[in-house]
């Protein structure tokens, strides 16, 4: 049975899942492989696509909306009579080049960035950390230089993305290898429960890629749809589990001769 077609019976078939156990570490590693490339797609099309209207927006942002500014000698020098205040996309971007503006008129604005004449102040995700300009000495930086930056960027960027996603897909990859493995260990105490005594460590791990197929695909089409369960991954830990067990319960068990008289 190829991959695919081990990927459908693992959605509704403990029995053709138990039939797999005989099967090698190396196919199994593979189908593993292949489980988080099928339900990592949504996730690296959500954040390629993000990732493309975040450099656009925020280069057009900087070209027609932004006045001309530039940071020279640790200060920061704007074109502008009054604070700039921009909202851009629910983050807010303050350019004060005269600190006209306090703390608390900067934190009011929820997730904001402001570049004040001798910091910048980021604010987000209920924390607020100061980075002096002081730190760019000998440093000039204008928005023209920002531009040619985000135009770099924009050009490096399937290279960049590409990193990305094969950098996540490996990360997710061993998360999922280290589920596999602790699952496994469960199996061999379900095993006992259910008096599958000739079950060994190789199978349940074998067993448990499979048991997690369902659960992983169950919660990948829910992040698409933008739902999120609090405690997921210990609600899918328990499905995997509970499927484990189902696949163990299906492994048949021989049943003794009778002796002949």
Same mark, same amino acid.
């Given at each position: 049975?190829?991959?695919?077609?081990?990927?459908?019976?693992?959605?509704?078939?403990?029995?053709?899942?138990?039939?797999?156990?005989?099967?090698?570490?190396?196919?199994?590693?593979?189908?593993?492989? &292949?489980?988080?490339? #099928? $339900?990592?797609?949504?996730?690296?099309?959500?954040?390629?696509?993000? @990732?493309? =209207?975040? +450099?656009?927006?925020?280069?057009?942002?900087?070209?027609?909306?932004?006045?001309?500014?530039?940071?020279?000698?640790?200060?920061?020098?704007?074109?502008?009579?009054?604070?700039?205040?921009?909202?851009?996309?629910?983050?807010?971007?303050?350019?004060?080049?005269?600190?006209?503006?306090?703390?608390?008129?900067?934190?009011?604005?929820?997730?904001?960035?402001?570049?004040?004449?001798?910091?910048?102040?980021?604010?987000?995700?209920?924390?607020?950390?100061?980075?002096?300009?002081?730190?760019?000495?000998?440093?000039?930086?204008?928005?023209?230089?920002?531009?040619?930056?985000?135009?770099?960027?924009?050009?490096? &960027?399937?290279?960049? #993305? $590409?990193?990305?996603?094969?950098?996540?897909?490996?990360?997710?990859? @061993?998360? =999922?290898? +280290?589920?596999?493995?602790?699952?496994?260990?469960?199996?061999?105490?379900?095993?006992?429960?259910?008096?599958?005594?000739?079950?060994?460590?190789?199978?349940?791990?074998?067993?448990?890629?499979?048991?997690?197929?369902?659960?992983?695909?169950?919660?990948?089409?829910?992040?698409?749809?933008?739902?999120?369960?609090?405690?997921?991954?210990?609600?899918?830990?328990?499905?995997?589990?509970?499927?484990?067990?189902?696949?163990?319960?299906?492994?048949?068990?021989?049943?003794?001769?009778?002796?002949?008289?």
């Amino acid at each position: 049975m190829n991959i695919f077609s081990q990927f459908v019976k693992s959605l509704y078939s403990p029995k053709a899942m138990a039939s797999f156990r005989f099967q090698g570490i190396g196919k199994t590693i593979l189908y593993v492989f &292949f489980l988080v490339l #099928i $339900t990592s797609i949504p996730m690296f099309i959500t954040f390629g696509t993000s @990732a493309v =209207k975040l +450099v656009n927006s925020t280069e057009e942002f900087l070209q027609n909306e932004t006045p001309d500014f530039y940071i020279q000698d640790g200060e920061f020098i704007a074109d502008v009579e009054e604070p700039f205040i921009a909202d851009e996309q629910g983050f807010t971007i303050i350019l004060d080049p005269e600190s006209e503006l306090s703390l608390d008129e900067i934190s009011s604005y929820g997730e904001v960035v402001a570049i004040q004449s001798k910091e910048i102040i980021f604010k987000g995700a209920g924390q607020t950390d100061f980075v002096p300009l002081s730190d760019f000495q000998g440093t000039e930086v204008t928005k023209e230089n920002l531009l040619q930056f985000m135009d770099s960027v924009g050009s490096a &960027f399937p290279i960049i #993305i $590409t990193v990305l996603l094969l950098v996540g897909y490996l990360f997710f990859a @061993a998360t =999922k290898f +280290v589920q596999i493995s602790i699952l496994g260990l469960f199996g061999l105490l379900l095993k006992n429960v259910l008096n599958r005594n000739k079950l060994h460590y190789r199978h349940t791990w074998v067993l448990a890629a499979y048991a997690v197929t369902l659960p992983t695909f169950i919660f990948t089409l829910m992040q698409a749809s933008g739902l999120v369960l609090p405690f997921s991954s210990l609600i899918s830990f328990a499905v995997s589990l509970f499927v484990l067990y189902l696949i163990i319960k299906e492994v048949k068990v021989k049943k003794p001769t009778p002796p002949i008289n």
